[in-house]
């Protein structure tokens, strides 16, 4: 199966740790707090010990360094999951004016797997703890009627029709992209919801791939998050 999903970190705060130490400090100190002799790592040790590990609920510290990231060919359904958060910057790729990889279907210039997403053959778990098999046989009949849809949608775009009425006949399983920004405190929350263990299953695999950037970005307080929370449903305050 083809599956190029793929998460890209843009830009983040430099030294996130020690921003949200002295944001942490300053919270506590009675002079002006403006820089620190401590490494980023040490910094990172210290809010885990300071704000994670003592479960005082204190976050606040956490929203004042930031992660740009690039989300690539993830399917709508999935990115919606996601975008209902509202803790999220977004700037989503619009099918109102990118119908070139629906057409490009439609005339084989491009593999149908490139622009819709479709799940491995294999067995699944509904939410509610249902399992069910999606065939191979199944998994080709979604194919087809994508494919068929791609024609569709192109037919209507050559014979003038809008992409913003055309696209309304499209399976919402096609690929999009799109660029997110979040703090360290709302990327722990939506982690926290999307990767546990009754999120939809790509809503974990999207969540996966963000916390493997996570951990470059912050990598002590991905450390304790990994260990003590990650799939666990706590919720960050």
Not at 64 to 89: E, K, P, V
Not at 150 to 178: D, F, K, S, W
């Amino acid at each position: 199966n083809y599956d190029p999903r793929v998460v890209v970190t843009l830009a983040t705060t430099p030294n996130s740790q020690t921003i949200a130490y002295l944001a942490m400090h300053q919270d506590y100190s009675a002079g002006f707090v403006t820089g620190t002799v401590l490494t980023d790592k040490r910094c990172g040790e210290i809010v885990v010990e300071k704000l994670l590990k003592a479960k005082r609920g204190h976050y606040g510290p956490f929203e004042q360094c930031h992660i740009n990231l690039a989300l690539g060919y993830w399917d709508h359904n999935t990115l919606m999951q996601w975008f209902r958060h509202r803790i999220i910057s977004i700037d989503c790729q619009s099918m109102r004016y990118t119908s070139e990889s629906i057409t490009k279907v439609a005339t084989g210039e491009k593999h149908i797997e490139e622009s819709f997403y479709f799940r491995p053959v294999g067995w699944y778990t509904d939410r509610h703890g249902a399992k069910f098999y999606y065939s191979e046989e199944q998994r080709e009949i979604d194919k087809e009627m994508a494919f068929n849809c791609a024609v569709a949608y192109t037919e209507r775009i050559n014979g003038g029709m809008p992409e913003e009425q055309a696209r309304g006949i499209l399976p919402t399983c096609y690929r999009q992209h799109c660029h997110i920004s979040l703090n360290g405190r709302s990327l722990m929350h939506i982690l926290d919801m999307r990767a546990k263990k009754d999120a939809q299953l790509e809503a974990q695999q999207l969540a996966s791939a963000v916390f493997e950037q996570f951990k470059l970005w912050m990598p002590q307080v991905a450390e304790w998050y990994e260990q003590h929370q990650l799939g666990k449903a706590i919720l960050a305050p």
